[in-house]
């Protein structure tokens, strides 16, 4: 019956193995979106470019980025969906859903609202929104079990109430929102990586 | 004894050598044929058996792609993967029933 205990201990060593590789996939996708967020202010304060040349860099960054994730969530899927095959086959219309809806809510509405603050403040506290609101979707849609994406959804939302009071300090609310994105997310995959080394030492 | 009914009742990851295919396959995704040879330590033909009898089961897909010469690629598919992870987790509430 020797045989029992070690079979169960190679077992785990599997499973750890697949859950850890599954953590690493994630850590990549936050890591990709830091690279095209930082790449803009790279570029951008230090080149005279109009301001279409903004709105197309972002417009083929996020298509890059969802090209990229939607990769990286084919094999985060099979290593982590659920095995409930009709949960497994929705999983990625709820993970596509909520960042439709943080898009919506953070770049659609918040930056439209006339409340008397400047357009460039409301747009950050958007992007925030859209960021918190997104990544808590995403984890939702895991029932809670990678608790790595707290940083990512909470930063930015305590991010929120201080970008406001910044509004009225000359800071550049944008850059001091993607700042706050990238400790989110620095945070996060630092977390990651973390428990996928934990799983497998 | 439910879970250990499950698992001998799934004849295709019964054998350790598919067993160890879909293993090596999952977190990869698509392997190239020749990649399971000196882990798997089998010879090519008997290898080639077992991939019919995954493709056949709708484990796996195999495809002729162009890496950097033509290569036969061996693939997961979302019925396979589901499939292998439910006999990991079965297997181990067998062992915890024994």
């Known amino acids: 019956m020797e045989e029992v205990p070690n079979l169960r201990k190679v077992l785990d060593r599997v499973e750890n193995k697949l859950i850890a590789s599954g953590k690493v996939y994630v850590a990549m996708s936050f890591v990709f979106w830091m690279i095209i967020m930082l790449l803009y202010f790279l570029i951008f304060p230090n080149v005279k470019l109009p301001l279409w040349a903004t709105a197309v860099y972002w417009g083929v960054g996020i298509v890059i980025y969802l090209w990229f994730s939607s990769i990286i969530f084919r094999y985060y899927r099979r290593l982590r969906a659920p095995l409930n095959r009709k949960v497994f086959r929705r999983t990625g219309i ?32 958007g992007y925030l929104s859209f960021i918190s609101i997104s990544v808590f979707g995403e984890w939702l ?16 939302a305590v991010g929120i109430p201080i970008a406001l009071y910044l509004s009225n300090s ?18 996060t995959i630092l977390s990651y990586l973390y428990s996928a080394f934990k799983l497998i030492r | 004894m439910d879970h250990l009914k499950e698992v001998v009742k799934n004849r295709v990851l019964g054998n350790p050598v598919r067993l160890g295919i879909m293993l090596f396959l999952l977190p990869r995704g698509k392997v190239p044929f020749g990649d399971f040879i000196p882990i798997l330590n089998i010879t090519p033909g008997n290898l080639d058996s077992h991939l019919r009898t995954l493709e056949r089961e709708r484990y796996v897909t195999i495809k002729k792609m162009l890496l950097d010469r033509p290569r036969t690629v061996v693939k997961i598919t979302d019925f396979g993967s589901v499939e292998t992870r439910m006999y990991i987790r079965n297997l181990h509430k067998a062992l915890d029933e024994v």
């Open chain 1, 94 to 125: 709820f993970i596509g859903l909520s960042w439709a809806i943080g898009g919506f809510v953070g770049m659609g509405i918040i930056p439209d609202l006339s409340v008397g603050i400047n357009s460039i403040t409301m747009f950050s506290i």
């Open chain 1, 141 to 156: 849609t895991f029932r809670g079990s990678d608790l790595e994406m707290i940083p990512a959804i909470v930063i930015p």
């Open chain 1, 170 to 187: 000359g800071t550049n609310p944008f850059f001091w929102a993607v700042l706050v994105v990238s400790l989110a997310f620095s945070s």
